[in-house]
């Protein structure tokens, strides 16, 4: 015969609420979760989900929504985000949207709450307000990451978009190159928005004028990096510096200059952004924005498992996380020139 929660409580040598505090996610002593947990694996005790859900009304799923599964931010956090909320008993939905079709967002969140999942992580590259009101009207818990939306109303793990690109962009000066080209997504989008605008402040602070032909922006795909990439080296002057703002930017800046035979940083000095794997492996190896996508992950599920759980039912929150810069060998000194 399968073993009871009962069997659970006798062999850890709890009360059966205690159980049953603790498989539906509550907060225990940390010396009865140890029990609690050792007895479940001597018992091989397997949580009946169905019933469990009648009982509580819960589904004990959450939704995961990110712009595309080809996308490296979105997936790249979402390990992190499953084996976090899985310790606390979640098994998680996860979906992708257009982000080229404004009804995409909604459709797909739509479909998340019909099935009735207890939180949602997203991803919101163009969520509109009016796309949340069915979440917000049920009560269903949402954290944003990457972007930040309806602040007052839903959590939100970002990381602080225009400090890291200030930096980036102030490395660059501090090796002497004025002319500094910037491939980034669409404008209207707010983390766009920020890393253009510590662009902007770099070349401000050290007196450079902006240039607009030197901005290179359409949307967050290779194919956009690649063709940002021909329009700054096909200019009269093209730029003696390149900083890609994302995964799929990089990879398609990189796969033009390769075609090209343009040698890093002999003929341009390079930053790119997100991915360390591609950083390294490339000769020279890459400076390179790096996000903590660990701890993006990590805080959006605690977030989210907060609300759930009904831990914390205050305001929104947001929790902005710092990125760093991963020093390479693709950026040329120029400053004594």
């Known amino acids: 015969m399968s ?98 079709d404004t009804e995409s967002a ?56 225009t400090d890291i690109t200030r930096q980036i962009t102030q490395h660059l000066i501090h090796f002497g190159h004025r002319r500094i080209g910037l491939i980034s997504g669409a404008s209207g989008i707010l983390t766009t928005d920020d890393r253009i605008a510590g662009y902007k402040k770099a070349l401000d602070m050290a007196g450079i004028p902006f240039v607009q ?3 290179h922006q359409v949307n967050v795909s290779e194919e956009s990096g690649y063709s940002g990439m021909k329009h700054l080296m096909d200019l009269p002057e093209p730029p003696t510096a390149v900083f890609t703002t994302g995964h799929d930017l990089m990879a398609g800046a990189l796969m033009y200059m390769n075609e090209k035979g343009l040698r ?3 003929d341009i000095s390079f930053v790119g952004f997100e991915n360390q794997t591609i950083a390294r492996i490339y000769h020279p190896k890459l400076t390179i924005g790096v996000q903590p996508i660990k701890k993006i992950g990590l805080t959006a599920a605690t977030m989210l498992v907060e ?9 929104g929150r947001l929790v902005q996380l710092k990125a760093s810069i991963d020093y390479g060998a693709s950026v040329l000194d120029r400053s004594m020139e």
Do not use: W
């Open 264 to 266: 890093i940083p002999e």
């Open 106 to 161: 909604r459709t797909k969140l739509e479909f998340l709450l019909n099935k009735q999942v207890d939180g949602i992580i997203m991803q919101p590259i163009n969520v509109k307000i009016s796309d949340l009101e069915r979440a917000e009207s049920q009560n269903t818990p949402i954290v944003f990451v990457d972007v930040m939306v309806g602040e007052d109303l839903f959590d939100s793990v970002v990381i602080n978009n």
């Open 3 to 100: 073993s009871t929660i009962k069997d659970v409580a006798r062999r850890a040598g709890v009360s059966i609420a205690t159980v049953s505090k603790f498989i539906n996610g509550g907060n225990v002593l940390d010396e009865n979760r140890l029990s609690i947990e050792a007895a479940v694996r001597e018992l091989n005790y397997q949580v009946n989900t169905v019933a469990r859900g009648m009982k509580t009304r819960k589904s004990m799923t959450v939704g995961v929504l990110i712009p595309s599964l080809a996308d490296y931010f979105g997936v790249s956090i979402l390990a992190t985000i499953d084996s976090e909320l899985f310790k606390h008993g979640y098994s998680t939905i996860i979906c992708d949207y257009s982000e080229n």
């Open 307 to 315: 609300r759930m759980s009904g831990g914390y039912k205050g305001a």
């Open 213 to 215: 032909e030197l901005l």
